[in-house]
Each structure stands twice: as C-alpha cells, then as structure tokens.
C-alpha cells in the first residue's frame, strides 16, 4: 500500500497508554449529575396540546469543587434548569441547534450560580419529550 506523500506517520505508539487521553475514571469524579428534571414547555403558535420534557444532565467541571458546590445548591439549581428549560417550545428542543443552546444556556446559568468552579460541558444524559391534554 503506498501512502499519500502529503501526509507522515508519526511514531510508533507501542508502550502509550491510550487511557490516559481522556480517563473516563478521571473525569466521572469531576462530573454532577442532575436527574430527573420536569417542565413545561412553552408553546409554539396553534398548538392545543400542552408539551413537557423531562430531561437529566451531566455538569463536567474543571476540579472536584465544582461538584462539592453543586451538591449544597442542587434545589436551586434544578429550579433554575427547569425554569430554564420551560422557555423553549416543542420545536426548538427537537432541533439539534435548539439542545446545544440549551446546553450552553445551563452552563451559563450554572456557572453564574457558582463560585468555586465552572461547568466545562453539560451532557444531556436523558431527555424525552411528551404532550398530553391541558
């Protein structure tokens, strides 16, 4: 097989512990997960039918006091995610766009709550929208 010249092998990786890239050991001790979350969303125009979602996030923080100050202030901050979460419609959150602005917009609002550490990444481990009556 001949290689394409405009690119080089690099050295060999015998030995390199791949793991140490990115530890998922290591970073799980730097992750708080919020679970459970419920709200209901804002409507888009015409809609009859009433949406909710229901939803759990992962905050990856940078060093482990950002998880210990998430802890003390889980209750206020499941309410600001959750009032958070209620100002998108049924067709924002449906879009991949619409969920990675609610993810920085949780980062956001997290990290203005916090201050010993900053979100780095918000996961969003669970999230299932349902409509039903009024």
Known sequence: RKLDPSFTVGQDLAGF???????????????????????TLKRNPGD???T????????EFGN?????????????LRVLI?????????DEL??????????NAIAKAVNGN??????RKVYLTDFRLMSGPE
């Open 17 to 39: 512990d791949i793991s140490l890239l990115r530890s998922s050991k290591r970073v799980e001790t730097l992750r708080y997960e919020v679970l459970s979350l419920h709200a």
């Open 48 to 50: 009859r039918t009433q």
């Open 52 to 59: 909710f979602v229901t939803l759990s996030c992962a905050l």
């Open 64 to 76: 482990k006091s950002g998880v210990a100050e998430t802890k003390e202030t889980e209750k206020a």
């Open 82 to 90: 959750q009032e958070l979460t209620s100002k998108y419609t049924v």
């Open 94 to 103: 449906k879009q991949v766009v619409g969920k990675i602005e609610l993810k």
């Open 114 to 119: 916090l201050t010993t550490a900053r979100v």
